[in-house]
């Protein structure tokens, strides 16, 4: 048998990188039985089929992490692609995206693409808005090669993933990072101003400064109804930090008496905006569990 990584799937096949080449295969193995379907990023052993080189997957290794949406195993940082502008930023959105990282416990990263299309006081007051919440962020522009350098930084050596809604950029951010790559990108729609989904599948691929990268397929929605609700406020790093001060064992930041979060909300130490995504979280929740 053979090791390797798969690096793309289609269609119920699997493209999988190993020492001796890229094999197409198909998922054999006993994994099956359990319903495990195989991820981009998953170490597998393959068994080749002499006659036509066909391989077959039969063992996926243990993952170390997996991401649900978009689902991809073993990467270590995700990198969460939001434009200022064309489409604008749902931090409604990219709020939910961050508690999937952190519950995964995996780095985020958020990247504000398209900073060419916006002025410097707009950029401002939204990276204001995660300045307390401990997240790196790194403005980015394509069309005047803005912050790459710095996004090269913290790709190194790692395993990550680019996130996001369609059309903010992730597989252009990629192409400028190395041309080589050539990904396909696509015009955003001129009524809508919204991505028009043009890649179609996740892709697993080396950086030729080290580290590797998966382009991922845009989103636009993101479940978080299997979150607790008492759990919701250890996926916001600021919120957790300042619980510690309330009078409560349970509190739920929202009407209690002596909450620590309402006080360094109020003294500006969380941002109002992530604040009240947090309540609206918690609401939808609340009503998620009632049913
Ligand atoms: N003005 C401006 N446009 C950009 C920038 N980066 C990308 N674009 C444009 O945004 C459009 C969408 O880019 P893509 O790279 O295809 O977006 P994507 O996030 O990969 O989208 P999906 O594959 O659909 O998820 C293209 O027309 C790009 O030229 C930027 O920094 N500034
Ligand atoms: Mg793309
Ligand atoms: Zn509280």
Excluded at 190 to 197: A, F, P
Aim: contains cysteine.
């Amino acid at each position: 048998m053979l090791e390797g990584i798969i690096i793309k799937g289609i269609g119920g096949l699997y493209y999988v990188k190993t020492d001796k080449g890229l094999y197409e295969c198909k998922a054999r193995g006993l994994f099956r039985k359990d319903k495990i379907k195989p991820l981009v990023g998953d170490k597998v052993l393959i068994e080749l089929n002499d006659i036509d080189d066909m391989g077959y997957i039969m063992e996926i290794k243990e993952r170390d992490t997996v991401l649900i949406r978009p689902p991809v195993a073993n990467v270590n940082q995700v990198i969460i692609v939001f434009a200022l502008k064309d489409p604008s930023p749902n931090l409604w959105l990219l709020d939910r995206f961050l508690i999937l990282a952190e519950k995964e416990n995996l780095d985020a990263v958020i990247c504000f693409n398209k900073i060419d299309l916006l002025e410097k006081d707009e950029l401002e007051k939204i990276n204001n808005i995660y300045n307390n919440s401990g997240y790196e962020i790194i403005n980015t522009s394509t069309k005047q090669e803005e912050g790459i350098e710095e996004l090269k930084k913290v790709l190194k050596d790692k395993i990550s993933v680019f996130a996001g809604p369609s059309g903010v950029g992730k597989s252009s951010l990629l192409n400028t990072i190395q041309p080589n790559l050539k990904l396909q990108t696509g015009e955003i729609s001129e009524k809508t101003k919204r991505g028009k989904h043009t890649t179609r599948s996740s892709q697993l691929m080396e950086l030729y400064f080290g580290g590797w990268v998966v382009d991922t397929p845009g989103f636009s929605s993101l479940d978080i109804n299997f979150i607790e609700e008492n759990e919701l406020q250890d996926y916001f790093p600021e919120i957790l930090e300042y619980s510690v001060d309330c009078k409560f064992n349970d509190c739920k930041h929202y009407k209690e008496p002596k909450c620590g979060v309402k006080d360094a909300l109020e003294e500006g130490k969380i941002s109002e905006e992530r604040y009240n995504n947090y309540l609206m979280f918690l609401d939808e929740i609340k009503n998620f569990r009632r049913y």
